[in-house]
């Protein structure tokens, strides 16, 4: 009886050694209380704040070159806290930015450390914007070479292009808002409209750097605590710079291109009265076919759509007919035309910049001219021939009754 005893007392104790390591939870957790959280960074050419220069009045400095101003938007925790706790909305916002100007990214994040008593930390980072002055002067491969680097960056960060400060897109009016998460929540919208460019994050970003490609990033505008998206910023591949912008209506021209687009709208005028006719956007597809013929390439794009006939203000209340379907869907095709028009108008005789794929396509449906040429492919861009065709079908109503 007892040796059955001391064998039930030894399982248990062999059984609580087994336990009891798995039941210790975070091995090496951090109280966030403890920390200050980064979720957005702005990048501008340099412009000390008036904070930076009494501290250099009275004393701070070191060696450094003034290159950028680099601002963090650091979130709030007791502001936080008091929302998640079921209080009363409080009147401070849920953030607060802070500004360090030098020529090291690394150097000026440890700097933080010497003004704030919590050590910045950038786990949950979610959007970088850079300006288009800076974006114009340093390849990407600079401005971003740290985040490339550093493992406390989530490569899943966005990256946007700011026309104008990029710490002017970190502020909102309303209290209840935090500008990087807005920004990172209006690139969900992109079912509703076709000027919001396909998300280009850290990760898919360091391909293109080091595959020498060129590519669009989503540009966005602010104003009054209100931010906008508003055209593409065009990086041309071999120097990773700033190249130039398109406006919105050439932007949306590139997302036809493409084929990239998931929901939107497409305005045309009837010919006769100029009232405005409205295709919402269902689906959109292309495709590029690279001809070669001895020394001259050439591209087609086809470009296939279906929609919705969502506007009209011409039928009062009237039935619609096949005869206006194809009239508005002629309308509709001549206005994307327009618009794919002025894009590649842009792209290849302004900025001779391949940021649609063209090159891509030739080498994979031709490797052996594409060998031929690929050194020089920027160079015959800009005279290469493109046409395009474009199919849309309307294929829903809404409620209108049809004939």
Same mark, same amino acid.
């Given at each position: 009886?007892?040796?059955?005893?001391?064998?039930?007392?030894?399982?248990?104790?062999?059984?609580?050694?087994?336990?009891?390591?798995?039941?210790?939870?975070?091995?090496?957790?951090?109280?966030?209380? @403890? %920390?200050?959280?980064?979720?957005?960074?702005?990048?501008?050419?340099?412009?000390?704040? #008036?904070?930076?220069?009494?501290?250099?009045?009275?004393?701070?400095?070191?060696?450094?070159?003034?290159?950028?101003?680099?601002?963090?938007?650091?979130?709030?925790?007791?502001?936080?806290? %008091?929302?998640?706790?079921?209080?009363?909305?409080?009147?401070?916002? =849920?953030?607060?930015?802070?500004?360090?100007?030098?020529?090291?990214?690394?150097?000026?994040?440890?700097?933080?450390?010497?003004?704030?008593?919590?050590?910045?930390?950038?786990?949950?980072?979610?959007?970088?914007? +850079?300006?288009?002055?800076?974006?114009?002067?340093?390849?990407?491969?600079?401005?971003?070479?740290?985040?490339?680097?550093? &493992?406390?960056?989530? =490569?899943?960060?966005?990256?946007?292009?700011? /026309?104008?400060?990029?710490?002017?897109?970190?502020?909102?009016? @309303?209290?209840?808002?935090?500008?990087?998460?807005?920004?990172?929540?209006?690139?969900?919208?992109?079912?509703?409209?076709? *000027?919001?460019?396909?998300?280009?994050?850290?990760?898919?970003? !360091?391909?293109?750097?080091?595959? !020498?490609?060129?590519?669009?990033?989503?540009?966005? +505008?602010?104003?009054?605590? !209100?931010?906008?998206?508003?055209?593409?910023?065009? +990086?041309?591949? #071999?120097?990773?710079?700033?190249?130039?912008?398109?406006?919105?209506?050439?932007?949306?021209?590139?997302?036809?291109?493409?084929?990239?687009?998931?929901?939107?709208?497409?305005?045309?005028?009837?010919?006769? &009265?100029?009232?405005?006719?409205?295709?919402?956007?269902?689906?959109?597809?292309?495709? +590029?076919?690279? #001809?070669?013929?001895?020394? %001259?390439?050439?591209?087609?794009?086809?470009?296939?759509?279906?929609?919705?006939?969502?506007? !009209?203000?011409?039928?009062?209340?009237?039935?619609?007919?096949?005869?206006?379907?194809? $009239?508005?869907?002629?309308?509709?095709?001549?206005?994307?035309?327009?618009?794919?028009?002025?894009?590649?108008?842009?792209? $290849?005789?302004?900025?001779?910049?391949?940021v649609l794929g063209f090159g891509k396509q030739l080498s994979i449906q031709h490797p052996r001219k594409w060998?031929?040429? /690929?050194?020089?492919?920027?160079?015959?861009?800009? @005279?290469? =021939?493109?046409?395009?065709?474009?199919?849309?079908?309307?294929?829903?109503?809404?409620? *209108?009754?049809?004939?």
């Amino acid at each position: 009886m007892r040796i059955r005893h001391q064998a039930k007392r030894s399982f248990l104790i062999a059984l609580c050694a087994l336990v009891l390591p798995l039941q210790t939870g975070c091995w090496s957790k951090d109280e966030i209380e @403890d %920390q200050s959280i980064y979720v957005g960074m702005g990048l501008d050419p340099a412009s000390e704040t #008036k904070l930076e220069k009494t501290f250099r009045k009275e004393g701070s400095d070191y060696r450094k070159r003034k290159l950028l101003t680099y601002t963090l938007q650091i979130i709030n925790v007791q502001s936080e806290s %008091q929302h998640s706790g079921g209080q009363a909305p409080v009147s401070a916002r =849920p953030y607060y930015n802070i500004s360090e100007t030098g020529d090291s990214m690394f150097q000026l994040i440890r700097e933080f450390s010497t003004r704030m008593e919590r050590p910045v930390i950038g786990h949950h980072l979610k959007v970088i914007v +850079i300006n288009e002055k800076l974006s114009r002067k340093y390849s990407m491969n600079e401005l971003l070479d740290f985040f490339l680097r550093d &493992n406390d960056i989530r =490569p899943s960060c966005l990256i946007l292009i700011s /026309k104008g400060s990029a710490r002017g897109t970190m502020v909102a009016k @309303d209290n209840s808002i935090i500008p990087s998460f807005r920004l990172t929540g209006l690139v969900d919208n992109r079912y509703r409209s076709l *000027k919001i460019l396909e998300p280009m994050t850290l990760s898919k970003l !360091e391909g293109k750097i080091y595959g !020498e490609q060129s590519y669009l990033l989503q540009n966005v +505008i602010a104003a009054d605590g !209100e931010v906008k998206f508003s055209g593409g910023a065009v +990086i041309k591949g #071999k120097t990773q710079k700033l190249q130039g912008l398109l406006t919105e209506e050439e932007t949306i021209g590139c997302v036809w291109l493409t084929g990239k687009g998931v929901g939107g709208l497409v305005k045309s005028y009837h010919e006769d &009265n100029h009232q405005p006719i409205v295709y919402e956007v269902k689906s959109m597809k292309s495709k +590029i076919d690279a #001809k070669v013929a001895g020394d %001259q390439i050439s591209f087609h794009v086809s470009i296939k759509s279906k929609g919705r006939l969502i506007e !009209e203000w011409l039928n009062n209340n009237e039935p619609i007919d096949p005869a206006f379907k194809k $009239q508005a869907e002629a309308g509709s095709q001549k206005e994307v035309r327009r618009l794919t028009n002025k894009a590649l108008k842009k792209l $290849q005789k302004q900025y001779g910049t391949d940021v649609l794929g063209f090159g891509k396509q030739l080498s994979i449906q031709h490797p052996r001219k594409w060998e031929k040429i /690929k050194d020089r492919w920027e160079e015959l861009f800009p @005279d290469i =021939p493109i046409t395009v065709s474009i199919d849309m079908e309307i294929t829903e109503y809404g409620a *209108k009754i049809t004939r």
